[in-house]
């Protein structure tokens, strides 16, 4: 009888003491999360497309912030602003001092992904330019591992990730719209369409701004376009003159920005698909 009372106690001090084990397991892997959560670099980058490949090359172990975005016209604008001693990323050393960026020099760690200003760098384009932005990614990977440099491999992993995530969208790119004439209104997206199609066109050259088309060169264009098969490519910034003419062409994309949380490559993807679906009905 004694015995069988024994046996029961003992019995429930494990069972007890296997409850207790567990509990400590879990509350220790959730304070080991919790302070790599804590540890993570909280990274606030100043432009919106640099935001973009910070973002991916960050991946799971940086905390990526836009300190400006776009609103749903396109236009950028300030969301964040970056709290004391935080990293801030800019493109190059001396961009921080821009009045437009508004970045606190002595509130926040600068980062700049440059030494000096890359020629040519005011065409925003260059941010969608197949051939470029493997070095912008590659300025992304050095600077974070710098400051995290316990996961560098895992940076260079995410590098190698973005090299062959563009040549992949770049191939693709190039199967469904290769020889197909595309005509950019953006003046933004030359240098992507260029390599995906080998017939991105500017929508009047170099020596003709947008702004002094009339209404009727923009309609004769249009037409011409139209008889070669072409699509337009456009965005919200335009005049609202040459906008509301190229809104009501046929064969047309409006150009829109990536989400804050959309994957960059697949934003990418459906750029070219956007416009194979215009050149499908272009040519049905």
């Known amino acids: 009888m004694l015995k069988s009372i024994f046996q029961k106690i003992k019995f429930k001090n494990i069972r007890f003491f296997n ?45 990526v912030h836009p300190v400006s975005f776009w609103d749903e016209n396109g236009n950028i604008v300030r969301v964040s602003n970056p709290p004391r001693g935080s990293y801030v990323f800019v493109l190059y050393r001396g961009q921080e001092k821009s009045k437009k960026l508004g970045i606190s020099l002595k509130r926040s760690r600068i980062v700049p992904i440059y030494e000096n200003k890359p020629s040519g760098l005011d065409n925003n384009c260059y941010f969608l330019d197949p051939s470029v932005l493997p070095f912008f990614a590659l300025g992304a990977m050095r600077s974070i591992s710098a400051i995290d440099t316990e996961h560098y491999s895992y940076y260079q992993r995410r590098l190698a990730e973005f090299q062959t995530r563009l040549d992949s969208v770049v191939r693709v790119g190039r199967q469904l719209l290769w020889n197909v004439e595309i005509c950019d209104f953006t003046d933004y997206l030359g ?94």
């Open 191 to 284: 240098g992507w369409f260029k390599a995906v199609s080998g017939k991105s066109r500017q929508s009047f050259g170099h020596n003709k701004k947008i702004s002094e088309i009339t209404s009727e060169e923009l309609s004769k264009r249009i037409l011409s376009i139209k008889a070669r098969k072409g699509v337009i490519v456009y965005n919200s910034s335009l005049p609202k003159d040459i906008l509301s003419v190229l809104e009501k062409a046929p064969f047309k994309v409006k150009f829109g920005y990536p989400s804050e949380n959309q994957d960059f490559f697949v934003y990418l993807y459906e750029l070219n698909l956007s416009v194979w679906n215009a050149y499908r009905l272009a040519t049905s």
């Open 19 to 63: 409850v207790f084990l567990m509990v400590v397991f879990c509350l220790t892997v959730l304070s080991t999360k919790a302070l790599a959560e804590e540890h993570k670099p909280q990274i606030w980058v100043s432009d919106p497309w640099l935001y973009v490949i910070v973002k991916f090359i960050g991946g799971v172990y940086c905390d």
